[in-house]
C-alpha cells in the first residue's frame, strides 16, 4: 500500500526558515515531489528528487533519504505569499507510468 | 505558451446523470493523468494515458472511464453520480511518465458540484 505523513498545518513569519516533512511507505518509488496549492488553484510544481540529497532551487530546497522513507521542503526567506498548501507526491513506476500518490498536503501560514 | 487547459471550469449535476471534463495537455506533452481531490485533501490519482493507451488506473469504481485522442486531449467520463463525487478534478501533463521530464503540470481544474 501507500502512506504518506506531513503534518497537516504549520504557522511561520514573514524572513523566516521553515521546513515541511514527508514521511513515506510505499511499495514502489520512482521520485519525490514537492507541489504549492494555492486555494482554489491547480498545483504547481516546485522540486524533484530521486537520489539522497539536497536540491537546492532559489528560495526552495528539498532533500531525500530513500533508505529512512523521509523528505523536506525547505522554504527561506519566507513571503507572505508563500501561505499556501504544499504537498508531498511519491511517484510509482508500476505500469511504466507516472502515479503521483499524494499527502493530504500540509497547509503553511505565514505571518508578520 | 499555453499550459494545461480544463473545461468547463465549473459544472452543476445531480444524483445519477453522467458527466464529461475535458483536457488540453501543454504542446508536445504526451502524458495526461486525472486526479479527484476532494477539500482537504491531496489529489487522488484516477487514470494515466501515455501515447494513447492507459498506463495506470486508480482505486475508483467502473462509472469512472476516460480516453486520449490522438492530439493527447483527453476526456473523462464519469456515469451515475454520486454526492461523492463531488470535488475538483485535476488534469496533468508531462512529456513522458519517467525521469525529471516526468514532472506534472497541472491544469486549473474543473470542479464539480453534485446535488
Known amino acids: 500500500g501507500q502512506n504518506i505523513d506531513q503534518p497537516t498545518e504549520m504557522t511561520a513569519t514573514e524572513g523566516a526558515i521553515v521546513q515541511i516533512n514527508c514521511t513515506y511507505q510505499t511499495s514502489g518509488f520512482n521520485g519525490l515531489f514537492w507541489y504549492q496549492q494555492h486555494a482554489g488553484e491547480a498545483p504547481t510544481f516546485l522540486s524533484y528528487?530521486?537520489?539522497?540529497g539536497l536540491e537546492e532551487k532559489g528560495r526552495f530546497s528539498s532533500f531525500l533519504s530513500r533508505s529512512k522513507g523521509y523528505s523536506y521542503l525547505l522554504l527561506k526567506e519566507l513571503q507572505m505569499k508563500d501561505s499556501a498548501s504544499y504537498l508531498c507526491a511519491v511517484r510509482d513506476p508500476a505500469g511504466g507510468g507516472n502515479k503521483l500518490t499524494f499527502g493530504t498536503g500540509t497547509q503553511l501560514k505565514v505571518e508578520l | 505558451d499555453a499550459g494545461v487547459t480544463q473545461s468547463p471550469t465549473h459544472l452543476i449535476k445531480t444524483r445519477g446523470q453522467q458527466v464529461t471534463l475535458r483536457c488540453s495537455p501543454i504542446?508536445?506533452?504526451?502524458?495526461v493523468s486525472w486526479y479527484q481531490q476532494v477539500l482537504g485533501q491531496g489529489p487522488q490519482f484516477i487514470f494515466q494515458?501515455?501515447?494513447?493507451?492507459?498506463?495506470g488506473r486508480g482505486n475508483f469504481p467502473d462509472r469512472f472511464s476516460a480516453r486520449q485522442f490522438p492530439n493527447y486531449s483527453s476526456e473523462l467520463n464519469v456515469n451515475a453520480l454520486l454526492l461523492g463525487d463531488s470535488a475538483l478534478y485535476l488534469c496533468a501533463s508531462s512529456l513522458s511518465p519517467r525521469g525529471m521530464i516526468g514532472s506534472q503540470h497541472f491544469g486549473d481544474g474543473t470542479r464539480l458540484s453534485i446535488l
Open positions: 528528487n530521486v537520489l539522497d
Open positions: 504542446s508536445g506533452h504526451k502524458s
Open positions: 494515458y501515455y501515447e494513447k493507451e492507459e498506463r
